[in-house]
């Protein structure tokens, strides 16, 4: 697992089920030297290994080859590649990256060997029109080209079809609140190969979905975890943290920024403001004797199991 240790200026690498990580890249110390970051706020490994940062404060994209501590940039900001503050950074199979731009609100495109962004959405520019955004924070490209955003300041996600020039509302209304079919301030999203999504919500959220095509929200100021179907206009169901107090219990969260799934179906959330991942491990149906049935057809994640891994601001 591989954390953006923002207010450190790192990133840290944590092999399997250890608690006690490894500096692969970033010295710790705030800078714009090859070996330095600068508040990064997103992640990735390449095709080839390579991990990818958005270095936010410096408005560059570095790469660090495998074993070095010195990055190269992809990309920066200038007067004919206009780059903001990233929020987030995907990489998909062909070694595009994707990153949310929030200073511009829109999601950007590098392709391989080139520094020169495309712009994939929105097309009408910063509102709450469906072809707009305000403040977008997290991005995910599935396998078939849809882009999913989370629209951080008008309470939605957003699916926007390969080519399209408007998006569809797919979780949330528009309005900020706490009910079930509410959002507020998500800021963070990932879609599993089967085209399923998430989504956190407090001031940050984060979109997933799951093998069920559930979509699960990191409802971050609502500290909670929601699943939510493609049926969108039905509403969610809370899984994790449904008082909506923030809190430092196994049971609670406190701004979730991220969300995971791993091979066997772990989820593994960003506890943004308690400085720690959190792990929660899968429950099967006691009727289910085969969970390889259960993995795809019955995963609901409801069971917390704690695991404090790093710092994550």
Same mark, same amino acid.
């Given at each position: =697992?591989? !954390?953006?240790?923002?207010?450190? /200026? *790192? ?33 990735? !490994? ?34 004919? /590649?206009?780059?903001?503050? =990233? ?46 955004? +305000? ?22 996600? @957003?699916?926007?079809?390969? %080519? ?12 900020? %609140? ?8 998500? @800021? ?24 069920? *095509? ?11 975890? =929601? ?26 969260? +406190? %701004? ?13 959330? $960003? ?6 991942? @959190? ?8 009727? $289910? ?5 259960? +993995? ?7 069971? =917390? ?9």
């Amino acid at each position: =697992m591989y !954390v953006a240790d923002r207010d450190n /200026n *790192r990133i840290i690498k944590f092999p399997f089920n250890q608690t006690n990580g490894i500096v692969v890249a970033g010295n710790g110390t705030n800078g714009s030297s090859p070996n330095q970051l600068s508040y990064p706020k997103g992640v990735a !490994v390449d095709q080839e290994g390579a991990i990818i940062v958005a270095d936010g404060d410096n408005y560059r994209i570095q790469r660090f080859p495998i074993g070095s501590l010195n990055g190269t940039t992809i990309a920066s900001n200038n007067s004919w /590649n206009i780059l903001g503050q =990233m929020r987030d950074l995907h990489i998909d199979v062909n070694n595009n990256i994707y990153v949310t731009d929030s200073d511009y609100s829109q999601v950007v495109k590098f392709i391989p060997g080139s520094g020169i962004g495309i712009v994939l959405a929105p097309t009408g520019g910063v509102g709450n029109g469906a072809n707009q955004f +305000s403040t977008p924070f997290g991005n995910f490209i599935d396998e078939n080209g849809n882009l999913y955003v989370a629209d951080y300041n008008n309470h939605r996600i @957003q699916k926007w079809l390969p %080519g399209a020039t408007t998006g569809i509302m797919v979780a949330g209304t528009g309005v900020a %609140g706490s009910t079930s079919n509410q959002l507020k301030r998500p @800021q963070a999203i990932i879609v599993d190969n089967n085209g399923y999504v998430f989504s956190f919500h407090i001031k940050n959220t984060f979109v997933l979905f799951d093998h069920l *095509r559930y979509i699960y929200i990191a409802d971050n100021v609502n500290n909670r975890i =929601m699943q939510w179907t493609t049926n969108y206009t039905a509403g969610g169901k809370c899984l994790i943290g449904c008082t909506t107090v923030a809190g430092t219990s196994p049971t609670q969260l +406190s %701004g979730p920024r991220d969300l995971r799934f791993d091979a066997d179906g772990n989820l593994y959330v $960003c506890d943004q403001k308690n400085h720690r991942v @959190q792990k929660y491990g899968i429950i099967y149906p006691s009727n $289910c004797t085969d969970n390889a049935t259960a +993995s795809k057809k019955n995963l609901h994640v409801y069971k =917390m199991k704690y695991l404090s891994l790093s710092f994550i601001l």
